[in-house]
Structures are given as structure tokens and as C-alpha cells.
């Protein structure tokens, strides 16, 4: 395969006409729903404060009637204002997440239908257990789960989401190890052991992380390729035989694409996964403060991220295409 195929999807025309068609006739409604939910947020929340204002100005009457201490009546206040603000907090921000839901649905089903693919399920229930066994993320003692959309391209399965993923790094902190895109995708073959491609964090973070990768290290002859990143096999044929001059060159091109180097990847039986910790998230920019009149711009984006897909299932069918 000399060239990736361009996705329908990625026709600018047909993505306003679609646009046009199936959202822009209702924008004035989903205008009237968002001020409805931030009137509707700023109510919780001046409700919300009001309620643990009184508790707490009945806790106070409560404490001085009882006999208190100062030093314990003020650690009981703290606490119960602690919990009424964050108690209010969640509750104010239902009223944004119920919109925000309602818009992504609204923006990327038209897409789905387009593609033909099968489903988008904004908050998924997916195990990460094959991305962290094959080194594309590390563990994780949070994760946040987003706007998957699964279906079918060539003949390829394929299951796209958003995840957030932190591990605490003390008693009181988390920090962040993943924030961006997996991905899985069958092929059409099947590879003995795992093929990983891991992005190059320097020779002493990378012998770290040898020690807990499968396999051994397989030099690709591409300058540009081994300049960044670095390929571990356990059968290092079936590496050679999966990174070929026209896989790394859309391998390179897919980077420019996605404007991230940080890309992790792996061939396993008869799939590919892979993952890009770019800390973007595209649905993030549609919120309660998004007027609906600029979502045209975000529909562009969705369908732009959606069409990846298609990039990656055609490179992954040059092994198959190229002698």
C-alpha cells in the first residue's frame, strides 16, 4: 500500500452538510437547554451554600448548648464546611455533566451513522489489563473513562476511547500517568508473542523500563524511527516482519497527525493497541459555557480524531499488501 486512504469522514463538505443537516436546526434549542442547566447550576449552588451555612449556624447553637470546647467545636466546623462544599460542588456540577452528556451524544451520533460504525458509550466500562501487560500505560490507582466508539473498518474491529489515569505519589497526591487516547484494532494476521513499540524517554529510563517489558530489543534500520522510539520483541522476526519501511512511514506520518511523539504501541495474537498520552481530550472543550453556535468547530475536531482510526487500520494492512 503506496498510500493511506482518506476516510470519508475527513470531506469538509460533507461534514457541514451533515452538520447542517442533522444539528444546526437545533441550535436554538440546545441554546435555551444551556442557560437552562447554568441557571440551573447556579441555583444548586446557591442552595447548596445556603444549606451548610444553616448547618453549620446550627452546629454553632448546637456546640454552645452542649458545652464545647472552642478548640473541638471549631474542628467539627471545619470539617462539616470541608464536606458541605464538596458535597455542593457535586451536586452543582451534575447539572453541567447532564448537558455536556446530552451535546456529545448529539454530535458524535451523526458521525457514527455516517461511518456505519456500531455504538458511542460516553462513560465505558473497558479493561485496561492488556494495555498495561504489554507496557502501553502504567498502572493506575484511578482511572477516568470516556466517549468510546467502537464499530467496523476493512473488516477490523476497532474500540477508541479517552482516558485519564492517576496513581497516588504520596499520602495527600496523585499524579497523572496517562491522559489521551487507546485504542484497539484487529488485524488481519496473526503474530506469535507481542511486538511493543515504546517512545524513547533516553537510555537510562529506557533500561528501567526494559526490565519489565517482554522480549528483547529489535533495531529498526530507519534513522528517523530509531531516533524516537524503540521496538521489543519476543520473537524478533515477527518484529521485522510487522515494522516495514511503509509501516514506519506511516507510523511518522500518523505522529504528525496526532502532533504527539508520545505514542505507545503493540502487536499481540491478532490485535494492535495503542495509545497516545497527548493530554488532549476532545469532548472536554464542549461544556456548559460553550455557546452553541461554535460547536461546529468541536464537530470538525470529533470527526477529525474519529478518522484516525481509518489511518491506523490501513497501515496496519501494508504487511499484508507489501512482498
Known sequence: MSAMAEPFSNDQRTLDRLFDHAIA????????????????????????????????GASSLFGLASGW?????????????????????????????????KICKMLVDP????EGFERYERSPSVSLDRYENLSIIGTSSSRDLEDLIAGTYRNCRFELFEATLERKSGKN?????????????????????????????GSWLNSIGGWFRSGTRVEIPHAAFEKDYEVYAEHP??????????????????????????ITAAFKGDHFYMGV?????????VSINTPAEELR???????????????????????????
Do not use: C
Open 297 to 323: 468547530a468541536t464537530f470538525h475536531e470529533v470527526a477529525d480524531e474519529i478518522a484516525i482510526v481509518h489511518r491506523i487500520i490501513d497501515q496496519l494492512h501494508e504487511p499484508v499488501t507489501t512482498s
Open 111 to 114: 458521525l457514527i451513522e455516517l
Open 69 to 101: 470546647t472552642p478548640g473541638g467545636h471549631l474542628q467539627s466546623a471545619l470539617i462539616l464546611t470541608v464536606l458541605g462544599v464538596f458535597g455542593v460542588f457535586a451536586w452543582a456540577s451534575l447539572a453541567s455533566e447532564e448537558y455536556q452528556d
Open 25 to 56: 436546526p437545533k441550535l436554538k434549542g440546545l441554546e435555551r437547554d444551556r442557560q437552562a442547566a447554568r441557571a440551573d447550576r447556579r441555583r444548586r449552588w446557591l442552595t447548596g451554600i445556603g444549606g451548610t451555612l444553616a448547618a453549620m
Open 237 to 262: 522476526e515477527e518484529a521485522l516482519k510487522l515494522i516495514t519501511p511503509g509501516f514506519v512511514q506511516n507510523f511518522l506520518r500518523l505522529r504528525q497527525l496526532l502532533g504527539s511523539e508520545k
Open 173 to 201: 497526591s496523585t499524579t497523572t500517568v496517562f491522559e489521551g487516547q487507546l485504542m484497539q484494532i484487529s488485524m488481519p494476521l496473526h503474530i506469535k508473542g507481542s511486538v511493543i513499540i515504546t517512545y524513547d524517554y
Open 277 to 285: 498520552n497527548d493530554g488532549k481530550k476532545i469532548m472536554e472543550k
